[in-house]
């Protein structure tokens, strides 16, 4: 059964960096793609970034480009996500999610793990 699992999270500095992870299980690569969304109180769920599994073509939000880096390790079945030049309006509950193909259009509504918060502040 397939199992995600973040971690990682925490408080940051606007301007640090922060690296979150998800271990993922049971999963094939064949057909879905793995991905980060996040969720702030107040605001709506957004996709993050995402890459594709076999590929490894990414796609990133616009807001993040540029200070994020979505990366897979397959060897250690590890989804990461480093966060850097972070921004207070990058606060929000990270999720680790699985969905069809890795483009503008993913939404990673298949699946998700239970998220990891981030917080930031001076």
């Known amino acids: 059964q397939l199992r995600l699992v973040e971690s990682g999270g925490g408080p940051v500095q606007p301007g640090g960096s922060l690296r979150v992870s998800c271990a993922v299980s049971?999963?094939?690569?064949?057909?879905?793609?793995l991905g980060w969304f996040r969720h702030a109180p107040g605001k709506q769920r957004e996709v993050v970034a995402c890459i594709g599994s076999r590929n490894g073509d990414t796609y990133y939000k616009d807001a993040v480009k540029g200070r994020f880096t979505i990366s897979l390790d397959k060897a250690r079945n590890t989804l990461y996500l480093q966060m850097d030049s972070v921004e207070p309006g990058d606060a929000a509950l990270y999720y680790c999610a699985v969905d069809r193909r890795c483009d503008s259009t993913w939404s990673g509504e298949q699946f998700w793990g239970q998220g990891t918060q981030v917080t930031v502040s001076s």
């Open positions: 049971s999963f094939s690569y064949d057909g879905f793609d």
